[in-house]
């Protein structure tokens, strides 16, 4: 292991050499273009191609280089090392409330996802970019162990009004927190009376809250305490399929609520 970590290290503390191995892993490259893509020098690329080759990474071809197969296999390791660790440089600040125990998708999947966090001139900032998503989609469904005043109101806005198709399935608790107060109940039930609306109650609680807009998953991330601290969105397919399952699972253990289930 300790001479693994030193050929990792050997890489690592080059960023030419890493740019150099990148390039050489998808096909032939001329001194000259090797140049161009990194602004190396000749005397720091000979000693790069050197050690390289010393290696077995690199094999000279036709005038220039071209990676090994274990050349390949090196370059090809290290980019997705990289990419894992800034994908936890992303999330190192949101790690933990993210629902681990709730999600099975490898986290590598949330590389290219959207982390919105509060700040102090947006405290609500992950809200707002929800409720951004819930105006323009047509299909929402939603698992979750809250539905808050401004999620309802966008939701019901957007039923009423564009007849967007709306599922979702909540635990017990968060649909009578909106039934014991008057003014939200109302909003609930006009939703509940919409054609394209469909709402069931799980007496087991979600220990999550998720969403789906369209072809895109946000996850709104709390503390302990309830506080909203983060909201992540992502388009990866294995996210999605991830949240589509998941919201069947829920859907099925829940039980249908209508309009008239509502206490006046």
Do not use: C, K
Request: aromatic share 6%.
């Amino acid at each position: 292991m300790e001479s693994a970590l030193e050929e990792i290290e050997f890489l690592a503390l080059s960023p030419n050499r890493v740019t150099v191995l990148s390039a050489l892993a998808t096909g032939h490259h001329t001194r000259s273009e090797l140049a161009d893509r990194t602004g190396a020098s000749q005397a720091t690329l000979g000693r790069i191609l050197a050690d390289f080759e010393d290696r077995a990474w690199v094999r000279r071809r036709d005038g220039g280089y071209v990676a090994t197969a274990t050349g390949r296999l090196v370059a090809d390791g290290f980019e997705e090392l990289v990419g894992i660790v800034e994908t936890e440089q992303d999330l190192r600040g949101i790690v933990d409330y993210l629902p681990t125990a709730a999600i099975d998708f490898d986290l590598r999947e949330l590389a290219d996802a959207t982390i919105t966090t509060p700040t102090q001139t947006r405290p609500n900032a992950p809200l707002q970019r929800l409720l951004g998503m819930l105006a323009d989609a047509d299909t929402v469904s939603a698992f979750s162990h809250t539905f808050n005043d401004q999620s309802l109101g966008a939701v019901q806005e957007q039923v009423v009004e564009r007849g967007q198709s709306f599922r979702g399935v909540f635990s017990r608790t968060a649909i009578e927190a909106l039934a014991d107060d008057p003014r939200l109940r109302d909003h609930l039930r006009t939703l509940l009376s919409a054609d394209s609306a469909t709402v069931r109650i799980r007496d087991e609680r979600i220990p999550l809250a998720a969403m789906v807009t369209d072809d895109t998953v946000f996850l709104l991330l709390r503390d302990t305490d309830g506080i909203l601290r983060a909201g992540i969105d992502t388009d990866a397919a294995a996210v999605r399929a991830w949240a589509d399952e998941t919201f069947e699972h829920y859907w099925a253990t829940a039980t249908p609520l209508a309009a008239s289930d509502l206490e006046s």
